[in-house]
Nanobody, 125 residues
């Protein structure tokens, strides 16, 4: 059984930074893709960033240049460094595992099978 637990959310002013962490437990060695998603009540869940086991990354256009996804394989932990935060980044952020991978684009920002409970990020203007 795979378990994903997010942490690091909170409240920050626009222009500030925040780093989210996702601790993974259980067997994850066969899961090539891990990622971060976010969701606002009443709207669809949005893929934010993803990374494969070779370090290849994928980002939503809305966060390119501001967010960085990374992994610490020794600690079995996924990270999302968020800089230059904007009010529109406010959402519940979810860690995800076992996503779709393609040779052309790497990890997709959809079709993930395992999810954490979420951590709230609030950005004020």
């Amino acid at each position: 059984v795979v378990q994903l637990v997010e942490s690091g959310g909170g409240s920050v002013q626009a222009g500030g930074s925040l780093r989210l962490s996702c601790a993974a437990s259980g067997y994850t060695g066969s899961y090539y893709c891990m990622g971060w998603f976010r969701q606002v009540p009443g709207k669809e869940r949005e893929g934010v960033a993803a990374i494969d086991n070779d370090g290849r990354t994928s980002y939503a256009d809305s966060v390119k240049g501001r967010f960085t996804i990374s992994k610490d394989n020794a600690k079995n932990t996924l990270y999302l460094q968020m800089n230059s935060l904007k009010p529109e980044d406010t959402a519940m952020y979810y860690c995800a595992a076992d996503g779709l991978w393609t040779v052309v684009a790497g990890c997709a920002l959809y079709n993930y099978n395992y999810w954490g409970q979420g951590t709230q990020v609030t950005v004020s203007s």
